[in-house]
């Protein structure tokens, strides 16, 4: 049942992407801006040269990374393993809790990037409140960061549980695999806003 909880809920979080996914296309073919009479486009074009995509692109790899670490700690947790059996870099022997904090990291990573991000474009005059685009831009990946950053706070909670438990069973290791659920559509999320934001200026 919390399998299926979380899948609903997810869908229902689908959706709220999809109107932000449309609220930028729409601003983006709205036509006239008020900037200098130029087109949507044009304003598009200046604001989308601004990005580094290079950085992106390492930001990127570093999230879809995490997904795979992420599955591997649900593998372990499925064998009921919250710890590992061997040595520090024996990664074959590696518990859910070393998977688990290994994608906490390359999440937080993500989370530097993105703000260091914010930061460097703020530099070039590109707020919330510039123009069209600024709006676009940091409402739809604002949104995104704000979702892995609760992720991270369920890995956290994940963390936490397997070290207070008694005994690591079932329950905890179905706490992990619909964690994994979300951390997997944050993923595909990002994935869209990329080629998105990133890809198809």
């Given amino acids: 049942m919390v399998s299926v909880g979380t899948v609903v809920w997810l869908s229902s979080e689908l959706m709220f992407f999809a109107g932000l996914f449309a609220m930028y296309f ?20 200046m604001e989308t040269a601004k990005l580094n995509f290079p950085f992106a692109l390492v930001n990127t790899i570093v999230l879809v990374a995490s997904s795979f670490t992420c599955q591997m700690g649900v593998f372990a947790a499925e064998r009921l393993q919250p710890r590992r059996g061997g040595g520090l870099f024996q990664f074959a022997r590696w518990g859910m809790t070393e998977w688990f904090v ?28 510039s123009n069209a685009y600024g709006s676009a831009f940091y409402i739809t990946t604002g949104f995104h960061g704000l979702h892995v950053i609760g992720g991270l706070i369920a890995f956290l909670f994940i963390i936490g549980r397997a070290f ?31 080629l998105v934001i990133y890809v198809l200026r």
Avoid: C, N, P
């Fill in 26 to 45: 729409s601003l983006r073919a709205a036509g006239q801006v008020s900037l200098g009479g130029g087109s949507t486009e044009g304003l598009w074009a």
């Fill in 102 to 129: 290994l994608t906490f990291l390359m999440g937080a990573f993500f989370v530097a990037g993105q703000a260091t991000e914010y930061t460097m474009l703020v530099s070039e005059h590109v707020s919330l409140s």
């Fill in 164 to 194: 207070a438990a008694k005994r690591f069973g079932h329950f905890e290791a179905t706490s992990a695999i619909v964690t994994s659920y979300y951390w997997h559509f944050v993923d595909v999320v990002w994935i869209g806003l990329f």
